[in-house]
């Protein structure tokens, strides 16, 4: 049974960078579109962009400027890199997986990890 | 941009009773190629990630019990359980993807 799993600091000082990655377990990273969502709290979810296994990206417009994805298929897991944080920042970060043949609806979450913007 | 919105806020309803949401697109979201309107639902539980319901707005996603049904055409989607279980408790999203992918503002199902 295929699972992800975020991890990183749950604790970001503003301007800094938010670094998570989420690991693939019980499956192959091949073939699938991976995908970073967050929900601010008590807030509606947030597509942030997803990450192909070949390497392919694409973002929300709205966080383009400051978002990178990456994808390590030797190591079956993905990162998202958030720059210049803010408070705005703060949420539940989840990693997600698209249903196979589809790209933007997501079929497979971690459990998400919650990470505070605050110095 | 597309938005989603989402109605009502909050719900309650009867154990045993119909529940029904909706969902209202600021534009359209049929996707030619297979004239179907880009459309997923999810249900999620405090503390849980989302779970997917439903795809191309009335697919099914396995698992999910037949008392959950999706529906709509046009800029309107539903998303109806038939009859209402106590597990059914959640907030239930509907999410776009016919360009950037879209979350509608959540719907608070209690009972």
């Given at each position: 049974q295929v699972q992800l799993q975020e991890s990183g600091p749950g604790l970001v000082?503003?301007?800094?960078?938010?670094?998570?990655?989420?690991?693939?377990?019980?499956?192959?990273?091949?073939?699938y579109y991976w995908s970073w969502v967050r929900q601010p709290p008590g807030k509606e979810l947030e597509w942030i962009g997803y990450v192909h296994y070949t390497g392919n990206t694409n973002f929300n417009p709205s966080l383009r400027s400051r978002v990178s994805l990456s994808v390590d298929t030797s190591w079956n897991r993905f990162s998202l890199k958030l720059r210049s944080v803010t408070a705005a920042d703060t949420a539940v970060?989840?990693?997600?997986?698209?249903?196979?043949?589809?790209?933007?609806?997501?079929?497979l979450w971690g459990q998400g990890t919650l990470v505070t913007v605050s110095s | 941009d597309i938005v989603l919105t989402q109605s009502p806020d909050s719900l309650a309803v009867s154990l045993g009773e119909?529940?029904?949401?909706?969902?209202?697109?600021?534009?359209?979201i049929l996707y030619s190629p297979n004239?179907?309107?880009?459309?997923?639902?999810?249900?999620?539980?405090?503390?849980?990630?989302?779970k997917l319901l439903f795809y191309w707005t009335s697919i099914?996603?396995?698992?999910?019990?037949?008392?959950?049904?999706?529906?709509g055409s046009g800029t309107d989607f539903t998303l109806t359980i038939s009859s209402l279980q106590a597990e059914d408790v959640a907030v239930y999203y509907c999410q776009h993807y016919?360009?950037?992918?879209?979350?509608?503002?959540?719907?608070?199902?209690e009972i």
């Open positions: 000082k503003p301007s800094e960078t938010l670094s998570l990655t989420c690991t693939v377990s019980g499956g192959s990273i091949s073939d970060y989840y990693c997600a997986r698209a249903a196979r043949g589809a790209i933007y609806y997501f079929h | 119909r529940a029904t949401i909706n969902c209202k697109s600021s534009q359209t004239n179907r309107n880009s459309l997923a639902w999810y249900q999620q539980k405090p503390g849980q990630p989302p099914r996603e396995s698992g999910v019990p037949e008392r959950f049904s999706g529906s016919y360009t950037t992918p879209l979350f509608g503002g959540g719907t608070r199902l």
